[in-house]
């Protein structure tokens, strides 16, 4: 059996941890999570093992990147099975603060980020979140002073935010992006997935199938609108109500009108009864 992870709930038993590990010379790589964790989490643990010599990873569901109308008391809470999951993984340290640890009576500061926080996608419908992310991921980073720290690429306006703000506050920490695990079907692995009824969790494949179509498309030479169009049509004619599918240049996250405009990324936001959804791929 694996050893389990050290659980440490304070900041200052934080700091001793990290302190040790340092003066043992280990490099160190922080997984962020809110917990309920699946596979994509455990292909997150994978990576940041063979990018430092120990992991970290933090379990914390974040209330202030939530809206009040938003699922935070509903997200789903595994800890149990969270830490058999790191524990199989040998996983080093499991950061694990309540909400009185991150954000203490009084906590006052918050990071409010620009750039790809403002491209118009995630930020139109949630405009509280990536304040909110970038707020607890930013404390994270100077929690753990990792080397590295390890994101999904399934949250692609997220990571691309912290990613501009490790370098933007030189927090001195390399952030890396981590592909999507899917399901067979095409579903991106997402903890709140277990929100979708049977008959839902069918339909759902429909966004991944919609991306598909419409990058076919464009990389066959289809022009942009008419390809996109396309996409769209499936998702909404599958029962979704979308709230975006477009594609950006993949790493400003800038409007495009061509396929020549750069590197290309398909986004897709829908809900699905009451659970929304998103996703990404390359074109
Ligand atoms: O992607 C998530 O799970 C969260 O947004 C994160 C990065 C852990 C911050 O709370």
Redesign the pocket.
């Known amino acids: 059996m694996s050893p389990s992870p050290l659980i440490v709930r304070t900041v200052p038993t934080l700091r001793r941890a990290v302190d040790n590990l340092r003066k043992r010379k280990a490099t160190i790589a922080l997984v962020?999570?809110?917990g309920a964790l699946h596979d994509g989490h455990v292909s997150l643990v994978r990576l940041a093992k063979r990018r430092a010599s120990r992991v970290v990873v933090?379990i914390?569901?974040?209330p202030t990147?939530f809206a009040p109308t938003e699922d935070f008391g509903a997200y789903p809470r595994t800890w149990k099975a969270d830490i058999a999951k790191l524990a199989a993984e040998d996983v080093d340290v499991v950061w694990h603060p309540d909400v009185k640890a991150m954000y203490p009576d009084g906590f006052a500061t918050r990071i409010v980020p620009d750039g790809p926080a403002l491209a118009g996608l995630e930020d139109r419908f949630r405009p509280h979140f990536f304040g909110?992310?970038a707020t607890?991921?930013g404390k994270?980073f100077t929690q753990c002073r990792a080397d590295f720290a390890i994101?999904?690429e399934k949250?692609f306006q997220?990571l691309r935010v912290?990613t501009q703000m490790a370098r933007d506050l030189d927090l001195g920490v390399k952030v890396v992006g981590s592909r999507t695990v899917r399901e067979r079907d095409g579903l991106a692995m997402s903890?709140r997935n277990v929100y979708l009824s049977p008959e839902e969790r069918q339909t759902a494949t429909v966004l991944y199938r919609a991306m598909k179509a419409s990058a076919r498309r464009i990389k066959a030479g289809d022009a942009i609108a008419p390809a996109m169009a396309g996409g769209a049509e499936m998702i909404k004619a599958a029962g979704f109500v979308l709230d975006y599918f477009e594609v950006r240049h993949a790493e400003t996250l800038a409007e495009i009108t061509s396929r020549k405009d750069g590197p290309l990324r398909i986004l897709v936001a829908a809900k699905l009864g009451n659970t929304r959804l998103i996703d990404n791929i390359a074109v």
Do not use: Y
Request: net charge negative; aromatic share 10%; proline share 5%.
């Open positions: 962020p999570t809110m933090s914390f569901v974040n990147q909110g992310v607890v991921v994270l994101f999904g949250d997220q912290v903890s």
